[in-house]
C-alpha cells in the first residue's frame, strides 16, 4: 500500500500557487534588528539564485528549472523595479552551496533565494552570515531558520494551527493525534499539540506507529481504543499520501472508527497526487492549503509561458522575488535587511498571503478544504490579510 503513492512523495510535501507579485503593504515595517546591505533601489537589484541544477538525486534537475522560471516569471511581473537574476548551482550538497553563496555575494548579490534543502542551506547561510546577507530558502524545515536565514516552505507549524483553530471553531475539543515514529511524523505530532493547547482543546491522546504496513494494521486496534475511550470528536493524521494515509483512511472506518463521528483531520494535503481524491476513507476529512483560485491563476500563466507544469514547490521562487520586489520598489535603501522582510503586513505570493517571522519561519494564509464526492472543496476560504480571521 505504501508504493502506491511513492512518486508522489515530494509533491507532498509543499505544493503552492498563484500570481499575484504586490506588497500588501509595503510602508510597514518591522520592530526587529536585522542585517543586510544598504542598495540603490534606482539600479537594477542584484538577487542570486541557489538552485540543485546539477544534482544527482532523480527530479532535482526538473526542480531546479521550474525555480528558475518561476524567478523569472516574477521579475516579469515587476513593475517600476530591476532585478538582475543570477543563477548559481549548488549540485545539490551543502559544501557547493556554501561556495555558490559566497560566489554570489562576490559577485555583488544582495540577497541570495535558494538553496532548496535545509543542510545546504544552513551551510549556506552559515558562509554569508558575517558578510550582511540574508538567504530566502525554499525549505521547509524550521530547525535551520534563524540569524540571516529565512524559510520560504511551509511549516507544519503554520498548518497545524490553522486546522487546530478552525477545529476548535466548529467545536472539536477531544484529539487523539496519529503519527508515525519517524522526524516528520514527531515534528507533526508537535506542531498539533502546541497550537491544540493554544486553542484550548484537549489532547485526549497520542499514537504512533511505525513505517511498514504491517505496523500501521497493528496500530489500528490502539488508534479505536483510544478515540472510543476518550470520547474524542477529531483524529488529527500527520501521515501523507506517499505513506500510511491510504491505508489507515482504509482501516479506522472498518476497525469502527467512523467520519461520520469522529472528524478526519490531515497534516499534509490530502489532494496530492489527484488520485488521492477517489479513496472512500478521505471523503469528509479536513486539510489545509495555499488559495486554490490563485494556485490555479499561478499554473495556467506558468504552462503558457514554459509549455509544462510548475514543481509543487517551484512557486516559492515567485514568492522571493515577489517580496523583494515589492519592498525595493517602495524606495527603501534598506529593503533588503531583517527588518523590511520581516514587516509584519507580508507580501502576496503565490498561494496567497504569506510573512517572514522574526524567528526566519514563514506564516501563510491557508485555506482549509474537505473532499467531496471526490473533489476538493473549499470549506473555510484562505485569508486575504493579516489582520483578520481565518489564520
Given at each position: ?76 511581473d515587476l513593475r517600476g523595479v530591476q532585478v538582475d537574476l543570477r543563477v548559481y548551482d549548488t549540485g545539490g550538497n551543502a559544501a557547493l552551496a556554501a561556495q555558490a553563496a559566497s560566489q554570489a555575494v562576490d559577485d555583488g548579490a544582495g540577497i541570495i533565494l535558494g538553496p532548496v534543502y535545509a543542510e545546504a542551506a544552513n551551510a549556506a547561510g552559515l558562509a554569508v552570515r558575517s558578510r550582511n546577507v540574508n538567504l530566502l530558502s525554499f525549505s521547509n524545515n524550521a530547525s535551520i531558520a534563524g540569524g540571516n536565514v529565512f524559510i520560504l516552505g511551509p ?237
Amino acid at each position: 500500500m505504501f508504493a502506491v503513492f511513492a512518486s508522489a512523495r515530494k509533491a507532498a510535501i509543499a505544493c503552492l500557487a498563484a500570481a499575484s507579485a504586490l506588497v500588501l503593504a509595503a510602508c510597514d515595517t518591522a520592530t526587529i534588528g536585522g542585517g543586510g546591505p544598504s542598495i540603490d533601489t534606482s539600479r537594477p537589484v542584484p538577487v542570486a539564485l541557489l538552485v540543485p541544477r546539477s544534482s544527482a538525486q532523480p527530479g532535482d534537475a526538473v526542480l531546479a528549472q521550474s525555480l528558475e522560471n518561476a524567478a523569472r516569471l516574477a521579475v516579469s511581473d515587476l513593475r517600476g523595479v530591476q532585478v538582475d537574476l543570477r543563477v548559481y548551482d549548488t549540485g545539490g550538497n551543502a559544501a557547493l552551496a556554501a561556495q555558490a553563496a559566497s560566489q554570489a555575494v562576490d559577485d555583488g548579490a544582495g540577497i541570495i533565494l535558494g538553496p532548496v534543502y535545509a543542510e545546504a542551506a544552513n551551510a549556506a547561510g552559515l558562509a554569508v552570515r558575517s558578510r550582511n546577507v540574508n538567504l530566502l530558502s525554499f525549505s521547509n524545515n524550521a530547525s535551520i531558520a534563524g540569524g540571516n536565514v529565512f524559510i520560504l516552505g511551509p511549516t507544519f507549524a503554520n498548518t497545524a494551527t490553522r486546522l487546530a483553530n478552525f477545529a476548535a471553531g466548529r467545536g472539536k475539543q477531544s484529539v487523539v493525534i496519529v503519527h508515525s515514529n519517524d522526524v516528520a511524523g514527531q515534528t507533526g505530532r508537535d506542531a498539533f499539540q502546541s497550537a491544540l493547547v493554544r486553542t484550548g482543546s484537549r489532547v485526549s491522546g497520542t499514537v504512533p506507529y511505525d513505517l511498514s504496513q504491517q505496523a500501521v494494521i497493528a496500530t489500528v486496534p490502539t488508534i479505536r481504543d483510544t478515540v472510543q475511550s476518550a470520547g474524542a470528536d477529531a483524529l488529527f493524521l500527520t501521515a501523507n499520501t506517499a505513506g500510511a494515509l491510504p491505508l489507515l483512511t482504509q482501516l479506522l472506518p472498518e476497525a469502527g472508527v467512523s467520519p461520520d463521528s469522529v472528524q478526519y483531520i490531515g497534516l499534509t494535503r490530502w489532494d496530492i497526487p489527484p488520485q488521492t481524491l477517489e479513496l472512500p476513507g478521505v471523503q469528509g476529512g479536513w486539510f489545509a492549503l495555499p488559495d486554490p483560485a490563485k494556485a490555479a491563476q499561478f499554473q495556467a500563466r506558468y504552462q503558457a509561458s514554459f509549455g509544462d507544469q510548475p514543481h509543487p514547490i517551484g512557486g516559492l521562487a515567485y514568492d522571493g522575488i515577489a517580496a523583494i520586489g515589492a519592498l525595493v520598489g517602495a524606495g527603501n535603501a534598506d529593503a533588503l535587511t531583517g527588518a523590511a522582510l520581516t514587516q509584519a503586513a507580508g507580501f502576496q505570493g503565490v498561494g496567497g498571503i504569506f510573512r517572514l517571522l522574526p524567528d526566519g519561519t514563514n506564516q501563510r494564509g491557508l485555506a482549509v478544504a474537505t473532499i467531496q464526492n471526490r473533489q476538493v472543496v473549499v470549506i473555510d476560504p484562505a485569508p486575504t490579510n493579516f489582520a483578520g480571521p481565518g489564520l
